[in-house]
Each structure stands twice: as structure tokens, then as C-alpha cells.
């Protein structure tokens, strides 16, 4: 009997430890999900940069436009990656 109390006590700490965990990692994936919207804006904007400096005929301007804009699509990309993983990591282990 007391075997028994012993191990639903464990299953039960186990599993609240589990769903706290699970919630760090949700939070984890709206967090990068977050930043990921964040980037996507600042990468439409450098777009938009890039697009009015193409069309003043400025050259200077339009370098430093592009130039900014492939910093945004790096940051871009490099955020869908850690989303992308945060979201992994969050299936391997709290969807079932």
C-alpha cells in the first residue's frame, strides 16, 4: 500500500513537473513567434526602403537600402530557424 502511494506520488510531481515544462516551451514558441512577426516587419519596411530609393534613382541611398534589407533577410532567416526549432523542441516533447 504504502509502494503504491509512494509511486502515484512520484507519477503525479513527474507529470506537473512535465506540464510546467511544457508551458516554458509554449511560451518559448510565442516568444520566438513574436520576434519572428517583429523581423518580418522590419524585413517589409527594407523592402519598402529599397523599393523608394529605386524609384528617386538615388544610388548611394538605394546601396544603403539593399544593404540594410540582406541585414533584415539575415536576421529573417536566422529567426524562422530559432522558431522553427523552438516549435521541434516543443512537439518532441509536450504533444501527445
Known amino acids: ?48 526602403r529599397v523599393n523608394n530609393a529605386a524609384q528617386i534613382g538615388n544610388k548611394f541611398q538605394y546601396d544603403q537600402a539593399y544593404y540594410q534589407y540582406e541585414q533584415e533577410k539575415q536576421q529573417y532567416e536566422q529567426d524562422v530557424n530559432h522558431y522553427n526549432s523552438q516549435v521541434n523542441h516543443y512537439n518532441s516533447n509536450c504533444a501527445y
Open 1 to 48: 500500500m504504502k509502494k503504491s502511494f509512494i509511486i502515484a506520488t512520484i507519477l503525479v510531481l513527474s507529470s506537473g513537473n512535465a506540464f510546467a515544462r511544457c508551458s516554458d516551451y509554449l511560451r518559448w514558441v510565442e516568444d520566438a513567434e513574436r520576434q519572428l512577426l517583429q523581423t518580418k516587419h522590419s524585413l517589409e519596411d527594407a523592402i519598402q
